[in-house]
């Protein structure tokens, strides 16, 4: 029911203001009810505190003493930077980080147990700190083997690759955990795009690569992709045959040349060696 009424929701909040950027809404996101009366919210960026008024928000960061997410520090190359945000020990943040999201996710419901989450959260770094591009949140238990539950690359970021590096990075982790993931159900338009992008790019790369034949298993347990999401996307490819009631990889390297030149932009590499992390227990 929850879902259904947030479906029909008329968006509240039109613009936010955030770090440097004024950014426009997309969608509704249910803020407590003494925030519905206001068309802009003023976020602190690094505690991600929302306020009504400017001069609230001024206040607010003569005060704040946080320079970046809290929780761990897990990845670090150049200015790049990804946090580990327990959602049991960051409460606050987690649900703030929750609400800021749904301002860009429609098909998700809002999920107020954050303590069954772990946030991952990428930021620039600069001398003033280090400012939120993005983020992604995973359950710490998942029964379906999804390794990534919402996704969002904050709109004066996207389509510059961080949408990549974040989908990279969930896969980095369930490779660390000795397990294949997939996403969370449904994919909006956009996270299916990117998806299916990141899926092609990986897939064909190693195609490309190896010698004689691969199946499906073993390009599963290069990549932890699940092996469904490879079957659909070599499928998609035409990259599939169904012989003797299996389906066969048939990988002609034109073919697969043809593919890579489509698949546009690698996006941002994640270096898996600069991740420094032990799997949730
Ligand atoms: N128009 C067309 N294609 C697009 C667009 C767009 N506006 N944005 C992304 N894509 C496609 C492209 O194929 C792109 O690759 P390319 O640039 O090489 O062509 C690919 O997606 C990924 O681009 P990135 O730059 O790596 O991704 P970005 O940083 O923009 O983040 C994301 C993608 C996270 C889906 C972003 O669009 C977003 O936050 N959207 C709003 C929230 C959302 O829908 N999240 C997914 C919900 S599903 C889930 O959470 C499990
Ligand atoms: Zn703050």
Redesign the pocket.
């Known amino acids: 029911l929850r879902e259904h009424e947030e479906f029909t929701k008329v968006k509240n909040i039109a613009t936010i203001e955030l770090g440097r950027y004024e950014i426009e809404t997309w969608y509704f996101s249910p803020f407590p009810p003494e925030y519905n009366d206001s068309l802009k919210l003023y976020f602190c960026e690094f505690c991600l505190n929302f306020m009504k008024r400017k001069e609230q928000l001024q206040r607010h960061m003569r005060k704040c003493d946080l320079k970046h997410p809290p929780g761990d520090e897990i990845y670090r190359s150049g200015t790049l930077s990804m946090f580990e945000v327990d959602g049991k020990k960051n409460k606050v943040y987690g649900q703030n980080l929750c609400y800021l999201a749904k301002l ?2 429609d098909h ?1 419901t809002l999920y107020y147990d954050v303590d069954l989450f772990l946030f991952y959260v990428l930021c620039e770094c600069d001398d003033r700190g280090c400012h939120m591009v ?1 983020y992604f949140s995973k359950e710490k238990h998942s029964e379906e083997s999804y390794n ?6 904050l709109p004066p ?10 989908i990279a990075f969930s896969y980095e982790l369930s490779k660390k955990e000795g397990k294949v993931g997939t ?2 159900r449904p ?2 338009d ?2 299916l ?2 998806y299916r ?1 990141y899926w092609t790019r990986v897939l064909l790369d190693i195609l490309k690569k190896h010698k004689g034949n691969i199946s499906i298993k073993e390009l599963s347990d290069m990549t932890a992709i699940k092996a469904e999401d490879i079957l659909t996307t070599l499928q998609s490819l035409e990259l599939i045959q169904y012989r003797k009631g299996q389906h066969v990889i048939c990988a002609d390297p034109k073919v697969l040349d043809r593919h890579l030149k489509a698949a ?2 690698g ?1 941002l590499e994640v270096d898996a060696s600069k991740l420094i992390w032990t799997p949730y227990k």
């Open positions: 860009f996710l998700k993005g990534l539950a919402c996704i969002l690359t970021y996207q389509r510059k690759g961080y949408g990549k590096f974040l996403p969370e994919l909006s956009l996270g795009l990117s992008g546009g932009r996006g």
